[in-house]
């Protein structure tokens, strides 16, 4: 029941997340530890309540406008639902005493839901008002290494989606109320994206509309008249902030001449519910949901004979298959489903997996039965139909890469 | 810097956590989603702004008085910040078509934050305003089936607790604004805590005092004069709902006889932060911090010696040792980190990992030079101190149980 459903609407802009979809979402957010992790991220998590007084701190309590929910607690102090936290995280910093430059720079993340009151919110999960998002947020001793933290971050993004397999491109951004003197969007080109996108067919360069004069068709990294309009979703966003935050919060730091100096910051956002709607929108077709690999929700799908079909014996065979997968092969624990619905037949099941996108099907049939049994393997992204050995099936389902 | 401090606090109520805290709470989250997975359990995750009308149904918009955070949407609908779920749980089965009773027990849980305005926010984690909860809430068929569930469901909370090696009493408790006729809190036995119970002496029945008549002392389960006061901290909270939710939001199944009826609910409460808290609370010392086991933040620090000391050289045999144990031993993998403040002693290192509470601290120095080379091993939760031999320490670590 709930498991065949990914999310179901609740109020305007507001989901349930069904068990199939966390799941997916769940292997999403270690993906991104793992990367975060690997340049040298610190993962933390902040309330999603905010006090307007830190917001008032940096300007952006009006600033924000409709945007932002805004609430008051029993003793009327007010509140907003984070739908960032720049405030946030340079308090932080800053309450912290006498943070050497040696600690430097240090990049702090958090994945949690973040609240927008959008006018309109639609297109399900693209555009909600309440929504998963990993923020990260950096501190360094100066601008260079600023910079330098902001395209390791950029190139950090690039492999989390390759890894998803992804066509992804990095576009020059505004700023906006955020804030800060650069800004790159990560995009994926897409039809029903609502960001017009500007690409140089000549050097690469690309731009968000946003950033460029109106009727601009002239390249503005190698002066050609070689710009074409695509469309995409955003699913990423950074920003280098300079000192625009820590200057307000005192977010000082003691340089290598024993002198406190303001902190030089970025902030780093990824739309995490974003990923997940955005990339099953690029590679689902009408009747089937495709996800990227590394997080379908379950990798293998093996379906028993139809009861009282002539390969009726070979339900135990693909019941102890299921059941071995799992347990023999590392990568697949907990990955591996077994479609015992036996009273419909295999087309109608085969068809219900191909609708839920299990990368692998095995279809456990009379051919199981024989001296050396072998199994039909339908792999979802490649189209590809095989029939393998047990030994075949095994090593070519050992490779497929989990996490 | 941010690696030794555990939390830091917000507005009142709200905390960050700070990455060594975060690392045991998501131990601490796979502990749960493993024992909730166990007994059937799906996990889904549901908004935390939830809509006035869902309240006003159930009744419980008024009842929840300020204890709820309110707030209008730009819209001027009305919503709550959800302090629990059983109404947009209700509403999201309701919402299902035609489930049938062979698909029950349903058991959906999700791991989110709770939001309530507590009149004064106290004891840091314990009794604050943004909290991590897990709560569970179960459909069967009839009364008899929703026992069974929720019995099962008690006893995979016993089972979380003891995998914590935490003392812990399940006690009759009053039903509250939840409702229901059925209910047991989960406490950890602590001078600290806020709850009064009463333990009988002679059966081990065990109450909240919220349950008793003023001044009781006989037990209402054996009738002996033999109840005695103790103090709790609650860290769970089970309800047997019946039908009080599941008739307002019309929560029907099909039953064998082809025929909708009402489900029968319950509804399971883990305060994943409070249990974080109190377990630190009541397993450390003044100048120790003491995690349950399973849920330290790392198992093992390695401690090489101090720069200039006689066993300088020992100073790459700890760096070897640290990455070797991580590498092999599949369940230390991440678990491992090495102290390389070689400027400070090794007693005063020692004296931060007692603090910090690595159960196992790894002292590398002379000793590690000799032909046959031994290390000091500090097993924090026996107190006991060994010289073992490299293989009788990836011998001991090989055992460490890890999450």
Chains 1, 2 share one sequence.
């Not at 996108?197 to 009727?215: D, Q, R």
Request: hydrophobic fraction near 40%; include cysteine.
């Amino acid at each position: 029941m709930l498991q065949t459903g990914l999310i179901h609407p609740s109020n305007p802009g507001c989901f349930y997340y069904l068990p199939v979809a966390l799941r997916s979402m769940e292997k999403l957010v270690r993906l991104i530890d793992e990367e975060m992790h690997a340049i040298g991220g610190q993962k933390v998590d902040m309330p999603a309540l905010c006090s307007a007084d830190l917001w008032k701190k940096s300007g952006r309590w009006e600033l924000m406008g409709k945007e932002m929910f805004r609430l008051l607690d029993r003793h009327n102090a007010e509140y907003c639902l984070g739908p960032t936290h720049e405030e946030a995280v340079t308090e932080l910093f800053a309450s912290q005493t006498t943070i050497s430059y040696k600690k430097l720079p240090l990049l702090l993340y958090q994945v949690t839901r973040k609240f927008r009151d959008e006018q309109k919110p639609k297109f399900g999960l693209l555009r909600g008002r309440e929504f998963y998002m990993k923020d990260m947020y950096s501190f360094d001793i100066n601008e260079e290494a600023a910079l330098h933290t902001y395209h390791s971050v950029c190139q950090s993004y690039g492999r989390i989606f390759d890894r998803l397999g992804l066509k992804w491109v990095q576009v020059q951004a505004a700023t906006g109320n955020i804030g800060g003197t650069l800004s790159h969007e990560f995009q994926l080109p897409a039809d029903i994206g609502e960001d017009q996108l500007l690409v140089c067919g000549n050097c690469g360069f690309s731009a968000n509309i946003e950033t460029m004069e109106p009727g601009q068709t002239e390249c503005s990294q190698c002066q050609k008249n070689t710009l074409t309009e695509s469309k995409g979703i955003e699913v990423g966003h950074t920003f280098y902030l300079g000192t625009k935050y820590s200057q307000a919060f005192k977010a000082l730091f003691v340089n290598a001449s024993n002198v406190p100096a303001v902190a030089e910051m970025g902030c780093f956002g990824l739309g995490v519910t974003r990923i997940l709607a955005a990339s099953i929108e690029v590679m689902s077709s009408e009747d089937a949901i495709r996800w990227p690999g590394l997080i379908a929700p379950y990798q293998v799908c093996v379906l028993p004979p139809k009861k009282g079909s002539k390969a009726n014996e070979a339900t135990l065979v693909a019941e102890e298959l299921a059941q071995s997968l799992g347990n023999s092969l590392p990568n697949l624990r907990g990955e591996v489903v077994l479609d015992d619905r036996v009273q419909m037949t295999i087309g109608k099941r085969l068809k219900d997996a191909t609708i839920l996108g299990y990368p692998y099907v095995v279809v456990v049939g009379q051919k199981a039965l024989e001296d050396l049994p072998s199994f039909e393997v339908i792999c979802q992204q490649s189209g590809e139909t095989m029939f393998l050995s047990k030994e075949g099936l095994v090593d070519l389902l050992s490779k497929v890469e989990t996490i």
